[in-house]
């Protein structure tokens, strides 16, 4: 069946460094790519999305490419700050059945 | 935008003591999602709701979970008789049912604990 594996976290970054999340699915046919965000205390809100092979998603100076031909979809940003500390969850929605399947989630710290 | 509202916030019980957690969706959105979330784990479905039909609740554990949409609009999900296990985050979302791009809207949860 379907499925998302994300890096174990929780990952520790001084603030400024570079950020990569690995992501990688399994799939049959062609989902649409999704990272989501939950900030302490609130609740899980989108990030950014791909919905085919080579988009590029992009918010908040967070990036990840569709990369079917190794089934990836990598978050990174280039220089992250004390805000960004949160839990990261990679998912995806294959099919017409409104059902994401989730990443276990990865836990962001950064220090200043 | 009113956002999805969820209470209570958190909820602390005696096993085998009933409970219930109520959603009120974003004006409009048609699907309502029920989601079980544990620490460390990614949320997983309990069930979803196109207006007032449950249309998949595979994951709702029947014997002791319930969940009603009367109306179309807020849901309630109870647990009867809870038990330590299901302590967890219970999240409720929604989407609109036109144009669906996969993004779902969720509220800030409801934590209960069972002693």
């Known amino acids: 069946g379907d499925s998302v594996t994300q890096m174990e976290g929780p990952v520790t970054l001084s603030e400024e460094a570079f950020l990569t999340i690995n992501c990688t699915y399994t799939?049959?046919?062609?989902?649409?790519l999704f990272w989501y965000v939950q900030y302490p205390g609130e609740g899980l809100q989108l990030l950014l999305k791909?919905?085919?092979a080579d988009d590029k998603g992009s918010n908040k100076g967070f990036e990840a490419t569709y990369r079917k031909e190794t089934t990836s979809f990598h978050l990174e940003k280039g220089s992250v700050q004390v805000s960004d500390s949160a839990v990261y969850f990679c998912?995806?929605?294959?099919?017409?059945?409104?059902?994401?399947?989730w990443g276990l989630g990865t836990s962001l710290a950064v220090n200043p | 935008e009113a956002g999805v509202v969820q209470s209570p916030r958190y909820k602390i019980i005696e096993k085998k003591q009933p409970v219930a957690f109520w959603c009120n969706p974003i004006?409009?959105?048609?699907?309502l999602y029920w989601y079980l979330q544990n620490l460390g784990q990614g949320p997983e479905l309990l069930i979803r709701?196109?207006?007032?039909?449950?249309?998949?609740d595979s994951q709702l554990p029947k014997d002791r979970f319930s969940a009603e949409r009367l109306k179309g609009v807020d849901s309630t999900l109870k647990i009867q008789p809870a038990e330590l296990g299901d302590s967890a985050v219970y999240l409720c979302?929604?989407?609109?049912?036109?144009?669906?791009?996969?993004?779902?809207?969720f509220g800030e949860g409801s934590r209960l604990t069972v002693l």
């Open positions: 709701y196109e207006n007032e039909e449950a249309v998949d």
């Open positions: 799939a049959t046919g062609y989902p649409s």
């Open positions: 979302a929604s989407s609109p049912a036109a144009g669906y791009t996969g993004e779902l809207f």
């Open positions: 004006s409009g959105h048609n699907t």
């Open positions: 998912a995806l929605n294959a099919g017409n059945n409104r059902k994401l399947i």
């Open positions: 791909a919905t085919k």
